[in-house]
């Protein structure tokens, strides 16, 4: 499995916020490559949000209705 599928699926298992230090532990990369993920997956339409607390996914918008379009 690659790092980037293995981090989406931890965010969408492990609801709440993470830190991109965790999540590097976690996948096995840098945190730097953690953020180059992040905003790979959310290119692809993968919804991680990311604030001073970390990153978190959030399927809410998934169902929202403004993306009915």
């Given at each position: 499995?690659?790092?980037?599928?293995?981090?989406?699926q931890?965010?969408?298992?492990?609801?709440?916020?993470?830190?991109?230090?965790e999540?590097?532990?976690e996948?096995?990369?840098?945190?730097?490559t953690?953020k180059?993920y992040i905003?790979?997956?959310n290119n692809?339409?993968?919804?991680?949000e990311s604030s001073?607390?970390?990153y978190?996914y959030?399927?809410?918008?998934?169902?929202?209705?403004?993306?009915?379009?």
């Open positions: 499995m690659e790092r980037k599928e293995k981090l989406l931890y965010l969408q298992k492990n609801p709440g916020w993470h830190t991109s230090q999540l590097a532990v996948i096995g990369s840098s945190k730097r953690i180059n905003s790979h997956l692809e339409n993968n919804f991680i001073v607390r970390g978190k959030n399927a809410d918008k998934l169902i929202s209705p403004s993306s009915w379009s």
